[in-house]
């Protein structure tokens, strides 16, 4: 059995220190990518609290045929939208600009696209692989200005982690 969740609340420094650490021995040696972001998301919605949403859209084939959007990919949560354009909502801004995103009040985000009403702020961090954005990671609050500057680090931080493990 795995038993990876913080014993208790922990600065937000050493709670990424130890995701990190969950996140890299969960996926050590693991070639499957759809199995280490369920992981992934599974860890990440057992370690940050005040969530209502955390997973992946990864960079895919459009279904027109032509060129790539984001697709759902493993996730925490309510059913989401399916597939997101490059440069559409916080997701797809995240994807076109290879750029986090930082939003204290998703309502206040241009074309913010709202899969859960429930969303208040979202954070979202692109991985990169080679320079290239091949997916990115998505985290939903119900609460306003829930995420700050230390969570983009830290999510930066897994990003770069997972960016050969997906
Ligand atoms: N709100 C996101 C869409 C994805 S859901 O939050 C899961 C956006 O604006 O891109």
Not at 3 to 26: H, Q
Not at 37 to 43: E, G, P
Not at 69 to 81: H, K, Q, S
Request: proline share 7%; glycine share 10%.
């Amino acid at each position: 059995m795995y038993d990876f969740k913080p014993a208790a609340a922990l600065p937000a420094e050493e709670l990424y220190r130890e995701l990190l650490a969950a996140a890299g021995a969960l996926t050590a040696g693991e070639p499957d990518g759809v199995a280490n972001m369920a992981n992934v998301a599974a860890l990440l919605w057992e370690f940050l609290p005040d969530l209502n949403w955390a997973g992946f859209y990864r960079v895919a084939p459009a279904k027109t045929g032509e060129g790539e959007e984001l697709v759902l990919g493993p996730f925490v949560g309510r059913p989401a939208c399916i597939r997101i354009p490059f440069g559409s909502g916080v997701c797809g801004a995240a994807a076109a600009g290879g750029a986090t995103q930082l939003v204290a009040d998703v309502h206040a985000f241009p074309g913010h696209i709202a899969c859960d009403a429930a969303s208040a702020s979202e954070l979202v961090v692109p991985v990169l692989r080679d320079g290239a954005v091949i997916a990115v990671i998505d985290l939903d609050s119900p609460t306003p200005a829930r995420f700050t500057a230390e969570d983009a680090r830290g999510i930066e931080a897994l990003a770069e982690l997972l960016a050969d493990r997906i």
